[in-house]
């Protein structure tokens, strides 16, 4: 069955500019969250949604917002970027059983 | 901040088993450890996870102490393909705390 997928692969944004990212988790996933990842910082959760609510958040300013539909596909959005927002997002889909994720190849963000 | 730690980074030669340490001393009782690993510009891949069992299957062998403090994620036999970012996270099976990953450890393979 398909994976989870993530668009765009990859987009350029201006400063002050915000973008929506998109997951589809795999087929049957209710659970999904998102990460940023940043040569810096590593892999840092942002959020998790099940059943369309979410569930946890990370250590992320009031810019970075998620939602997740009622066919479990999860959006972010990022408001009034800034250069340190330029990294790899990640999407990540689980069955919820036993928390092993599924990853997408991400989009990378590059802000100018 | 991330309930593991794992070396930064860790060498070993093609063909021989590459043995991974994570320590999780504040790990409790309803907390599984899980593996992934992310190859470069990738995202990152599942490989095992364990409660207090060790467990084995095609990719890995994951050996965790009685404790339960600290675990070894074992790649019997080593490849340049198994070159990666190795991140060992703990995560209770209810799922209501937040998924930190850490710094991982950076394996690179020896030809």
């Known amino acids: 069955k398909a994976g989870v997928t993530q668009t765009p692969r990859y987009l350029i944004k201006t400063r002050g500019q915000q973008v929506t990212l998109s997951c589809s988790p795999i087929s049957g996933h209710r659970s999904v969250s998102w990460y940023q990842q940043t040569p810096g910082q590593g892999l840092q959760f942002l959020f998790e949604y099940f059943s369309e609510t979410q569930r946890n958040k990370g250590n992320f300013p009031g810019r970075f917002s998620g939602r997740q539909f009622s066919n479990s596909r999860s959006e972010m959005n990022v408001s009034t970027l800034e250069l340190g927002d330029s990294a790899l997002y990640l999407c990540a889909s689980t069955t919820g059983r036993n928390g092993e994720l599924f990853f997408g190849e991400g989009s990378r963000l590059t802000v100018l | 901040d991330a309930k593991t730690t794992q070396p930064p980074s860790m060498d070993c030669a093609e063909g021989r088993a590459a043995n991974l340490p994570c320590n999780h001393s504040?790990?409790?009782?309803?907390?599984?450890v899980y593996w992934y690993r992310q190859i470069h510009s990738q995202g990152p891949q599942y490989i095992i996870h364990g409660l207090k069992n060790n467990e084995t299957n095609e990719m890995a062998s994951l050996i965790i102490t009685e404790d339960r403090k600290s675990s070894t994620l074992i790649l019997p036999h080593a490849t340049l393909r198994d070159t990666a970012v190795y991140y060992c996270i703990v995560r209770g099976y209810n799922r209501d705390d937040k998924i930190i990953f850490g710094k991982g450890t950076r394996l690179h393979i020896l030809p």
């Open positions: 504040t790990i409790s009782g309803n907390e599984y």
